[in-house]
């Protein structure tokens, strides 16, 4: 099969997103102007630099109670921050519950049931016992062609593990099982690992 993007696809579900996967999910959390914290998950993530370390999330399509794009990238423009929550299996309906098109000005975190904790470096929440939490400071916002396509870069300074997911050194992702995203409703869990050698170790 092939065909073209801008022909349609005819099948009953767009594969696009099946294809691009597994997709590790950025759980966004912002705070508003009026100090209002925001949470939305974002299975357009990933990171992008080593040195300094630097992660991006891309948000598309906009609300209707936001100027052409949704809370978190409009609070990020807003404020020059974000933190990016590691999500576990555990969580999977929280991060599922804050993925609702809510009101601006709602607080996903108290929707979801969570518990807000302060980040060391940025003036925003994180998730309360996250297996991880990366607190970035903006770097740039990208528009991308289409409509409401956004990618926000932003420069981490400040990383949080949580003590039980650290086993001899080694912060390892079988102990809370990390979410990914695949197409459709689909999602799958890490649960075993393989390792390889790079040719040049």
Not at 39 to 66: C, E, H, I, R, W
Not at 119 to 132: F, L, S, V
Not at 138 to 160: D, S, W, Y
Not at 167 to 176: A, K, Q, S, W
């Amino acid at each position: 099969m092939f065909y073209r993007p801008e022909d349609g696809h005819g099948l009953p579900h767009n594969p696009f997103n099946a294809i691009i996967t597994p997709r590790p999910i950025g759980w966004i959390s912002t705070r508003s102007a009026d100090g209002i914290n925001n949470l939305a998950p974002y299975s357009f993530f990933n990171g992008v630099s080593y040195s300094p370390p630097q992660v991006m999330f891309a948000s598309t399509g906009a609300k209707p109670d936001q100027s052409g794009t949704k809370d978190s990238a409009a609070n990020v423009e807003a404020t020059g921050v974000f933190c990016v929550n590691v999500v576990e299996y555990a969580s999977r309906h929280a991060m599922n519950a804050s993925s609702q098109g809510l009101e601006s000005g709602t607080d996903e975190f108290a929707h979801a049931g969570l518990t807000p904790v302060e980040c060391e470096t940025i003036p925003c929440a994180r998730i309360d016992g996250a297996p991880a939490a990366l607190e970035c400071k903006l770097t740039k916002i990208v528009n991308l062609p289409g409509e409401a396509n956004r990618v926000v870069f932003g420069e981490v300074t400040g990383i949080h593990l949580r003590d039980d997911c650290l086993r001899d050194g080694i912060f390892d992702v079988t102990t809370f099982q990390p979410l990914a995203r695949l197409g459709y409703r689909d999602y799958l869990t890490v649960t075993e690992l393989f390792s390889l050698s790079r040719p040049d170790d």
